[in-house]
């Protein structure tokens, strides 16, 4: 069963209850600074938590969000938890190649713990920008050279320490033991990850890289600063 495939079938389970990535979607979200009706690309959108979270944030506000992602499976745990959703849409696309929409599609791209895996950056990031419309905005989150598992284990933990009331800690706690199973796996493969990232298979990059990516792309207004318990980089960019 390929890599990804096998990652999939943990991946929603796990990371919808660690605090670090419940606090990451708000970090997307907040930095998306959602307008009316504006329609959103979602690159390798995963099992749909993304989705949901922005669908949820921006009620009433006309959103379409597209979403595309190259793992069938993942795909199909999209189309679950987003089925009740309007105006969201959902493709299997590899983003390695040309995307398939035209010019000046998208108000907003948004690309979380996708480009590491991607074999050019370059060129998706530059196929963000030609899908975008003008003045558009690409939001993304994406790991630092020196990532680890540790920080979000830690955080998560710290999190929950100072929950109150006592029955939200209790529930937390049980919630964290239950998925014990779950989680260890997640973290072995997370260790194959980011192995792959310290060899260079991956795309760690350096905030200077990913500024220089991005103004090589022709972005603008370049924003990039920590997220996800300072194990990634947040960055905006504008078209």
């Known amino acids: 069963m390929p890599f990804w495939d ?19 979607l708000e970090d997307l979200n907040d930095t998306l600074d959602l307008k009316e009706r504006e329609r959103i690309l979602d690159a390798g959108c995963g099992p749909g938590l993304v989705i949901e979270k922005v669908i949820e944030e921006n009620k009433g506000k006309g959103t379409s969000i597209t979403g595309v992602d190259i793992n069938r499976r993942m795909i199909a745990y999209a189309h679950r938890k987003c089925r009740n959703l309007s105006n969201v849409e959902l493709r299997v696309a590899d983003l390695n190649k040309s995307l398939e929409f ?10 979380s713990n996708t480009l590491y895996a991607l074999g050019e950056p370059h060129t998706a990031i530059s196929e963000f920008h030609r899908v975008l419309k003008p003045a558009g905005a690409l939001i993304m989150a994406n790991p630092k050279p020196n990532a680890a598992q540790d920080a979000l284990i830690r955080e998560h933990i710290s999190t929950i320490n100072r929950l109150t009331p ?29 192995g792959k990232g310290k060899a260079g298979r991956y795309h760690f990059l350096t905030e200077e890289d990913l500024r220089r990516i991005l103004k090589e792309a022709g972005f603008t207004n370049i924003s ?11 960055v905006r960019a504008e078209k």
């Open 6 to 24: 096998i990652y999939s079938y943990f991946y929603s389970l796990s990371l919808r209850n660690l605090f670090p990535y419940s606090r990451l």
């Open 224 to 234: 990039i600063k920590s997220c996800y318990a300072g194990q990634n980089w947040l």
């Open 166 to 194: 006592l029955y939200r800690r209790a529930y937390h706690i049980l919630v964290s033991l239950l998925l014990i199973p779950v989680n260890l796996v997640v973290i072995a493969i997370n260790r194959i990850i980011l």
């Open 102 to 111: 035209p010019d000046n599609s998208f108000d907003k791209v948004i690309c």
